[in-house]
C-alpha cells in the first residue's frame, strides 16, 4: 500500500509548449484539446506500464521475506527519510540503496521475515502472504518535462535562501539535496548561473552558492544534466501517440483513398491506430516494454 505525502507539480509526459512545437501550432486555439490529448495519453502509458513515473513523496508499507532486499515501486529511489518495522524506526546505518533503477533498498543482515506460517492444516508449513510490517518513507520518481517555469518575484534573503513571493513554492518540484538548478533573471549576469540544492523547505530553497538580495522574475530550471530527468525515450514515444491521435481526428477513418482529376491519393492504416487493451496503439505499446513495472 502506498500512501502519496506530497504530490508530483505534473505527471503529464510531454508538455504543452513542445506538442505544439512538435506539430508545427502556433496559435492557442486548440490549447484546451491538445492538454486533453497530452493527460489522457500520459495516464493511459501510466496505467499501462504499472507505475508512476513523476516525483513524489510516498510512504509504502509492504512485507519483507528475509531477504537482503526490499523492493519499493516509486523508482527511481532517490532518497529513503526512514524505514520502520512495526513501528519502530530502524537505523539509517543499516541499510542503503543498492539500485535506484529497480527500487531495492539493501539490508546486509537481511530484513526480518514478516511472513505467516499455516502449520494447523498440513504436515510442512505453508507458507501465506507476508504482513504489512515494514513501512518505508521515501521520495522516488523522475523530474518531468513540466518542472520548469518562470517563477514570477523571487527574492534572495540572507545570502544562500531564494524565497518564493505569493506561495510560489508549492508550484515547484520536489528538489533534493545535491540537485541542481539553473537560474536566469538576476540583475547581474554574474548570478545568472547552475546553484546547487541544499534544502528546500516551506521558506524556499536553500542553496549553496550566494544569491544577491533582489525580487525580479526568475526562469528557474530543474532539468539539469546529473538530476532524475524523465528519460527522453518516454517523451518521444507518448509524443507519437499524441501527434498520432490528434491526426486522426483530423480525418475521416472511413476513406481509404480519394481521387481529384489526375490526382490521387491511397491511405494506408497507421501503426499507431490498431488498440490494445489499455487504449495504446500497439506499437506504442510495443515500444513501451522496456518501462512496464514487473514486481
Given amino acids: 500500500m502506498i500512501v502519496v505525502r506530497e504530490q508530483p507539480r505534473s505527471a503529464n509526459l510531454v508538455t504543452l509548449g513542445k506538442l505544439k512545437r512538435s506539430l508545427g501550432i502556433t496559435s492557442s486555439t486548440e490549447d484546451v484539446r491538445l492538454t486533453e490529448l497530452i493527460e489522457d495519453v500520459s495516464s493511459a502509458v501510466t496505467e ?23 523492493s519499493l515501486s516509486r523508482t527511481p529511489l532517490l532518497q529513503v527519510d526512514e524505514v520502520r518495522y512495526l513501528d519502530d524506526a530502524i537505523s539509517p546505518s543499516g541499510y542503503y540503496i543498492s539500485n535506484p533503477e529497480a527500487g531495492f533498498l539493501y539490508n546486509p543482515g537481511s530484513w526480518a521475515s514478516s511472513q505467516v506460517y499455516d502449520s494447523w492444516l498440513h504436515v510442512e508449513r505453508v507458507s501465506m502472504p507476508g504482513r504489512h510490517d ?14 520548469e517555469l518562470l517563477m514570477v518575484q523571487c527574492s534572495g534573503i540572507g545570502s544562500h535562501l531564494l524565497a518564493m513571493v505569493d506561495s ?67 517523451e518521444r514515444i507518448a509524443i507519437h ?27 494506408s492504416a497507421s501503426p499507431y491506430l490498431d488498440k490494445d487493451g489499455s487504449g495504446l496503439s500497439l506499437k506504442t505499446a510495443q515500444a513501451l516494454r522496456r518501462w512496464i513495472r514487473v514486481m
Fill in 241 to 267: 501517440e499524441i501527434k498520432d491521435r490528434y491526426f486522426s481526428e483530423q480525418r475521416d477513418a472511413t476513406v481509404t483513398s480519394e481521387s481529384i482529376g489526375d490526382w490521387s491519393e491511397q491511405r
Fill in 134 to 147: 515494514y513501512a518505508v518513507d521515501y521520495v522516488g520518481g523522475y523530474l518531468m518535462p513540466d518542472d
Fill in 48 to 70: 499501462h506500464c504499472g507505475r508512476e513515473f513523476a516525483r513524489a513523496r510516498v510512504t509504502e508499507q509492504l512485507p519483507s521475506y528475509a531477504h537482503t532486499t526490499l
Fill in 168 to 234: 510560489a513554492l508549492d508550484k515547484f518540484p520536489i528538489l533534493l539535496s545535491g540537485e541542481l538548478l539553473n537560474i536566469e533573471g538576476f540583475t547581474s549576469a554574474a548570478y545568472n548561473r547552475r546553484y546547487t540544492v541544499i534544502e528546500r523547505s516551506a521558506s524556499g530553497i536553500t542553496v549553496l552558492e550566494e544569491i544577491p538580495n533582489e525580487q525580479v522574475d526568475l526562469l528557474i530550471s530543474a532539468k539539469v544534466r546529473g538530476n532524475a530527468l524523465m528519460p527522453a525515450d518516454l
